[in-house]
T-cell receptor, first 116, second 114 residues
Framework: GAVVSQHPSRVICKSGTSVKIECRSL??????MFWYRQFPKQSLMLMAT?????????EQGVEKDKFLINHASLTLSTLTVTSAHPEDSSFYIC????????????FGPGTRLTVL | GDSVTQMEGPVTLSEEAFLTINCTYT??????LFWYVQYPGEGLQLLLK?????DKGSNKGFEATYRKETTSFHLEKGSVQVSDSAVYFC?????????????FGQGTELSVKP
């Protein structure tokens, strides 16, 4: 149980285009989803926290107009990287937690974004 | 603010060696503590957790004990295998934040040689 999927697993795009990454909880309802960014050989940096039906809460320094997050249902959150540039290339990981057990997060397998 | 500090890697061990990865934390409240493992090219998997002082988390031969007096949560395994090669992250969750925000250490890469 508690499986989180991400799609796509890898994406390559041209500079200036937008990319959407999906995060799904497959066998549970996720009231809260988190989006992280991970640079090579570094730790995870929390980008934003999203609660179903509410606007996402962004961490300091993360541009909310560039990284659009939507959490429209209890099983799906999306991250859209708008007008992507090479510096946005990274490994993006989502996680989900269950209502009443918010100190345990289940992580997706990650999405490798490469912007040319 | 709350923070987590791990020993720097990479750590290279021979198969069947004893493993310790140190983790210390600072927190104003009473956090839950976690160890996550990340295999190459994959996302994070929860390895074990402890929610209060003196709790011991264990899984797959790995253990860690929540030590409030030393603010530590060191990861140990008695006999590592090649398949344990991965990056290990220590993390805490701030209970005061109902969002369950996780704060991660910098990660420790473990390489186990046959």
């Amino acid at each position: 149980g508690a499986v989180v999927s991400q799609h796509p697993s890898r994406v390559i795009c041209k500079s200036g285009t937008s990319v959407k990454i999906e995060c799904r909880s497959l066998d549970f309802q996720a009231t809260t989803m988190f989006w992280y960014r991970q640079f090579p050989k570094q730790s995870l940096m929390l980008m934003a926290t999203s609660n179903e039906g509410s606007k996402a809460t962004y961490e300091q320094g993360v541009e909310k107009d560039k990284f659009l997050i939507n959490h429209a249902s209890l099983t799906l959150s999306t991250l859209t990287v708008t007008s992507a540039h090479p510096e946005d290339s990274s490994f993006y990981i989502c996680s989900a937690s269950v209502s009443g057990a918010t100190d345990t997060q289940y992580f997706g397998p990650g999405t490798r974004l490469t912007v040319l | 603010g709350d923070s987590v500090t791990q020993m720097e890697g990479p750590v290279t061990l021979s198969e069947e060696a004893f493993l310790t990865i140190n983790c210390t934390y600072t927190a104003t409240g009473y956090p839950s503590l976690f160890w996550y493992v990340q295999y190459p090219g994959e996302g994070l998997q929860l390895l074990l957790k402890a929610t209060k002082a003196d709790d011991k988390g264990s899984n797959k031969g790995f253990e860690a004990t929540y030590r409030k007096e030393t603010t530590s949560f060191h990861l140990e395994k008695g006999s590592v295998q090649v398949s344990d090669s991965a990056v290990y992250f220590c993390a805490l969750s701030d209970r005061n934040n109902q969002g369950g925000k996780l704060i991660f250490g910098q990660g420790t890469e473990l390489s186990v040689k046959p």
